[in-house]
């Protein structure tokens, strides 16, 4: 397989989608204390990496790529389609965007980028109210936009692993479990009784499906 194109070192390619991405995020998530500015200037690292990769330098591609020239010499590594890595090495020899693995990081990215949305226009409402943010997608999970962050994560590393993203990817989704239990934190001690009624129905990442919350009790608070 070869481009005629050049498949690297397209530098404004980097800037361009590592833009968009992170101004598209922004406007779901919309970071206002310091917690969520850390959260949010992770993931932009994360999508930085992985666009350096895809468009500008493919460091991944040099370091495997003796095992990979040996294991698969019909393929030409330093194309862009080669970049899919997990549709090589699996033998899809037709167009890797429409592969298995691309298909399905598409909708981790939706999903993620939609909850990231969803979970946002509740939040803002119980901060206008005054109320604990309980219903949508807080009535599955505590967490909803961290949650929502991991998964566009897991869409672009099925998409276009890179040894660093893989490297970034459980650090970041640790940090995104200290944040919410330093959220729960603060939530226990400004809510109370309130709270861990909350607590108590709802799991923090991964949701009981067909059960729901109680809705919402007096407060207010920004839960990730």
Known sequence: MHDAAPAYGLWSLVIVN?????????SFFKPQTSRDWRSFGAFSAFLVALFVEMYGFPLTIYFLSGWLQSRYPNVDWFSHDAGHLLEMLFGW???PHAGPFHVLSYIFIAAGFILI???WGVLYEAQRTRCLAT???????????YVGFVLVMFGFLLQWPTILTLAMFPVLTVMYVKLARDEEHEARTEFGEAYARYAAQVPAFFPHLGRRSARGSSGGYRLG
């Open 18 to 26: 590592s833009a968009v991405f992170i101004l598209f995020a922004y």
């Open 93 to 95: 020899t037709t167009n």
């Open 117 to 119: 949305s969803v979970a």
């Open 135 to 145: 219903t949508g997608p807080y009535s599955y999970v505590r967490h909803p936009q």
